[in-house]
């Protein structure tokens, strides 16, 4: 499954994925955060997920986050641009692949809730909750780590994304693969973060998994402050 053809060096100049990723600053004051905090994300959650800024990504501003493999090397890096104008990509994502963006933990802890893109991943670490995005790419590795695990297939509500929860069930045979959409009338986390708001969403999220008898949910003090 692999519905992109990534490029494995930077057109135009050839740069490596870890030489853009060098070339990489921090977000804090800089444009990526205002864009960050824009789409409902505080700074310092995209910090803490391993985002940064790159003023020159294929030659427009980008945020920039790592994809790695299970062993956490570097294989990809995923650049989402701050400013698109008609028949402009929205994002870019060059090397060799097999990676994934693991946010708050993402694989290593449960649950185990695999979404489509960054800023949905973003949007569940603000409200505390562990995710990895897929970006609409296969780790080959993924139904090794999965096996025997409950795992929440968070993508879109919309039909792309229901195609994507369907492979990957499919494709995770030794899981025991379960359906998580968005809040009603939200295509997206993201996009449910900005409708519903930290509380709610993470109140939503809680419920649904909650569902799952058997699964232990793992919480992080902001979440259990804010439930207690």
Not at 94 to 100: A, H, K, V
Request: aromatic share 8%.
């Amino acid at each position: 499954m692999h519905r992109f053809d990534d490029p494995s060096l930077m057109p135009g100049t050839g740069a490596s994925p870890d030489e853009c990723f060098a070339g990489a600053v921090p977000l804090a004051g800089t444009p990526g955060q205002v864009y960050v905090e824009r789409r409902g994300v505080p700074a310092d959650v995209a910090t803490a997920a391993g985002v940064c800024f790159q003023s020159n990504f294929g030659g427009r501003p980008a945020v920039l986050v790592a994809l790695r493999d299970d062993e956490d090397t570097l294989v990809s890096i995923h650049g989402r641009y701050l400013h698109t104008v008609r028949g402009q990509n929205k994002m870019l994502t060059i090397g060799r692949g097999g990676g994934l963006i693991s946010v708050l933990g993402g694989w290593r802890v449960e649950p185990l809730i695999l979404v489509e893109g960054l800023f949905d991943a973003l949007s569940l670490a603000t409200c505390g909750w562990a995710a990895v995005a897929t970006i609409g790419r296969w780790a080959p590795w993924l139904p090794k780590i999965s096996y025997g695990r409950t795992v929440w297939l968070a993508f879109d509500q919309s039909r792309p994304g229901e195609i994507d929860a369907a492979r990957y069930k499919s494709y995770l045979c030794d899981a025991k693969p379960q359906r998580l959409p968005p809040p009603p009338r939200c295509k997206d986390w993201s996009t449910a973060l900005v409708k519903c708001g930290r509380i709610t969403l993470t109140r939503w999220v809680r419920d649904s998994l909650a569902a799952d008898g058997n699964l232990r949910l793992t919480t992080n003090p902001t979440m259990e402050k804010m439930f207690t």
